[in-house]
């Protein structure tokens, strides 16, 4: 069953459905449903659906490069996320943990709950132009139906044992598994410094949904190789190309 949504931002609210969702009524109509690549990729959403305008018509698409910055006392972000059960859904442009009620993101006074966390390859934002081989999103929603992703790099390195229990158990094009005897540490996830760049942005997917508040992590996490090419073995690439920034500032923490 899908999390409820806030009535005070029924545009941001039934965007997030959609996505969380995996376009469900796209996936049933093979000619509208989208992609990253070919006629029906991030190049055309827009074309796909009336739903979709957003995707070319918006001023503050996600993802961006984030460059340049100015430096400000930004509110630190405080995660109160408690272990879960492992529950992955494949839904056919990623795959998503789905977290239940319970885990939190407080920010400059605002509390958000977590929704779901998903991966991308390559990753959507760069960095000074730098992409990533990966990268994680981290969707919250609050009470009144905003949302806000924390962004996560990932760089090669090192075998990260906290992120086994995923990618032991990645599961198959429209494939929902539940490892009852396996939790996830959601908290082990995190890198250990927690300075941030602040944006005002999107969803990735279609429909492209505005009013997204992004943080991305300043410092990035290692996965091996292995880990990642067990993930590119079911999505070579998954990522919405970069989009134009406009007027936007980008706030990086001190």
Known sequence: MPPSFGLKCPAIAVGLLAFLLGSVAQANAPGLHWRYTGPHGAAHWAQLEPSFETCSQGQRQSPINIQPTVKESLPALDFAYSPIALNLTNNRHTVQVQAPLGSQLSVGGKSYSLVQLHFHTPSENTIQGRRYPMEVHWVHESAAGELAIVALMVQTGRHHAAFDPIFAHLPRPDEKITVESQSLDLAALLPSRRGYYAFDGSLTTPPCTEGVRWMVLQQPVQLSTKQIQAF????????????ARHERTIRASL
């Open 232 to 243: 590119r073995r079911l999505f070579p690439l998954n990522a919405r190309p970069v989009q």
